[in-house]
């Protein structure tokens, strides 16, 4: 004859496995004993689980039991599923990202020469926010990195393919205007596109 707690040790997996609330007649037929046998191995496991304090609970639904969370968590569960905002992309990201957006795939000696200036902590960055990627090496001389846009880019500004993206015909004429308020107007306007398809500016 199987333990009592062998037979409690199974339930506890069955619980898990499940998901739903499991008939105390369903577990108790793996066992060949009888449903009140088993409701009361369950009861004990509520007992357990209630006196320990742990953070899952076994409720009862009629004859029926099932795993839930301890209400008193509710607060931190509620915590850990809902996104964590993080903060908005500097200008400079944005001008990175939206070149390469655009012009993927493309090496970060483009993009330096489209903005002007240097930019390895930018794209650093990017890298580590999962928003740009590494698609693999260009046959330049050198065969310097080549860099596109990520899933978690499309997820994050609310395209669903690279498709969506605003209308831009001329980048590098964008992104190298001389006149300091056109420069300052348009480098603006294509981090406010970007920012647009998610309508909040954050990552």
Request: net charge negative.
């Amino acid at each position: 004859m199987t333990s009592r707690k062998v037979i409690k040790s199974a339930f506890e997996s069955m619980l898990f496995v499940w998901g739903q609330p499991l008939p105390a007649k369903d577990a108790a037929e793996i066992f060949d004993i009888s449903e009140q046998e088993a409701i009361g191995c369950f009861e004990e496991l509520q007992a357990e689980y209630e006196q320990e304090g742990r953070g899952i609970r076994i409720r009862r639904v009629g004859k029926s039991f099932q795993f839930v969370t301890c209400g008193e968590n509710e607060t931190f569960v509620r915590r850990l599923c809902t996104p964590v905002k993080i903060k908005k992309l500097s200008q400079a990201a944005l001008e990175v990202l939206a070149i390469i957006a655009y012009k993927q795939p493309v090496t970060k000696g483009e993009i330096d020469s489209i903005r002007g200036i240097r930019c390895d902590r930018v794209v650093e960055g990017l890298l580590k926010k999962g928003l740009i990627r590494d698609m693999g090496r260009s046959e330049a001389v050198g065969r310097p990195v080549l860099y596109g846009t990520t899933e978690e880019f499309l997820k994050h500004f609310g395209f669903s393919s690279l498709k969506e993206l605003p209308d831009i015909e001329d980048i590098e004429g964008i992104m190298g205007v001389d006149d300091d308020e056109g420069e300052e107007e348009d480098s603006r306007q294509i981090s406010i596109e970007m920012e647009m398809a998610d309508g909040s500016g954050t990552h």
